[in-house]
């Protein structure tokens, strides 16, 4: 299982969306469960009260 979590200090954060492989992006609400061994690819995204957005691309090994 995977969790997320983002902070800001100064404006909160409103959200934060994934996308696993090339699957749609969609709001993280829960642990990210990965069914599937070997290569994954996440990208994350976190968009804080404002609306400033930061994304971060991963690359995981999920074993047996």
Same mark, same amino acid.
């Given at each position: 299982?995977?969790?997320?979590?983002?902070?800001?200090?100064?404006?909160?954060?409103? !959200?934060?969306?994934?996308?696993?492989?090339?699957?749609?992006?969609?709001?993280?609400?829960?642990?990210? +469960?990965?069914?599937? +061994?070997?290569? !994954?690819?996440?990208?994350?995204?976190? +968009?804080?009260?404002?609306?400033?957005?930061?994304?971060?691309?991963?690359?995981?090994?999920?074993?047996?």
């Amino acid at each position: 299982k995977l969790f997320l979590a983002a902070t800001d200090e100064s404006s909160g954060t409103d !959200q934060i969306l994934y996308s696993l492989n090339t699957s749609k992006e969609q709001i993280f609400s829960a642990p990210i +469960v990965f069914n599937e +061994v070997g290569e !994954q690819t996440i990208t994350i995204r976190s +968009v804080d009260g404002v609306g400033n957005e930061i994304s971060k691309k991963l690359r995981l090994i999920i074993g047996e």
